[in-house]
T-cell receptor
Framework: RKEVEQDPGPFNVPEGATVAFNCTYSNSASQSFFWYRQDCRKEPKLLMSVYSSGNEDGRFTAQLNRASQYISLLIRDSKLSDSATYLCFYNQGGKLIFGQGTELSVKP | NAGVTQTPKFRILKIGQSMTLQCTQDMNHNYMYWYRQDPGMGLKLIYYSVGAGITDKGEVPNGYNVSRSTTEDFPLRLELAAPSQTSVYFC????????????FGPGTRLLVL
């Protein structure tokens, strides 16, 4: 099993849609989890941390499912400005793992 | 605060040449990182540092060297450039622990021909 797997997409959705991404990880001892956003040819920027209890920030909700070893990101009421690549990240006891990213394209 | 700055923005190297990618942060963060990102791929950790004078290898350290003489600076050295090192290099820093919330620089695009 790969250390981390993300559906690369692209996910093409209309404005206002709800879209969800998953990221599966292989090591059950993994610790902290994050979602980063990366715009084309730019640096990644932190979107949000992921906790077992869930984490919500406006239209964005992140969840961690330790039993099934995945994290998820839900975006509600998609905006054109949400178009970007979303990278999952986790810390596996000091081994830092980024997913390959999921590309989201929000259309008018 | 400027955050994390990287120089140069873009560089073309010939095979076998050497160069240093500069990274500076003004946030007084103890933890700093170097990643490379190949097209369509996620970031891979090259080296990281938990403080001045302390560095450790990441997932893909071969062909690179680092030093951390100050809290602010974390340069990455390529000694003998190879085409496989063509990539975008990102430097990052964090304050609360290894792998915790990371702040990235704008990146250096390197092309080795």
């Amino acid at each position: 099993r790969k250390e981390v797997e993300q559906d690369p997409g692209p996910f093409n959705v209309p404005e206002g849609a709800t879209v969800a991404f998953n990221c599966t990880y292989s090591n059950s001892a993994s610790q902290s989890f994050f979602w980063y956003r990366q715009d084309c040819r730019k640096e990644p920027k932190l979107l949000m941390s992921v906790y077992s209890s869930g984490n919500e920030d406006g239209r964005f909700t992140a969840q961690l499912n330790r039993a099934s070893q995945y994290i998820s990101l839900l975006i509600r009421d998609s905006k054109l400005s949400d178009s970007a690549t979303y990278l999952c990240f986790y810390n596996q006891g000091g081994k830092l793992i980024f997913g390959q990213g999921t590309e989201l394209s929000v259309k008018p | 605060n400027a955050g994390v700055t990287q120089t140069p923005k873009f560089r073309i190297l010939k095979i076998g040449q050497s160069m240093t990618l500069q990274c500076t942060q003004d946030m007084n963060h103890n933890y700093m990182y170097w990643y490379r990102q190949d097209p369509g791929m996620g970031l891979k950790l090259i080296y990281y540092s938990v403080g001045a004078g302390i560095t450790d290898k990441g997932e893909v350290p071969n062909g690179y060297n680092v030093s951390r003489s100050t809290t602010e600076d974390f340069p990455l050295r390529l000694e003998l450039a190879a085409p496989s090192q063509t990539s975008v290099y990102f430097c990052a820093s964090s304050t609360t622990g290894v792998g915790e919330t990371q702040y990235f620089g704008p990146g250096t695009r390197l092309l080795v021909l």
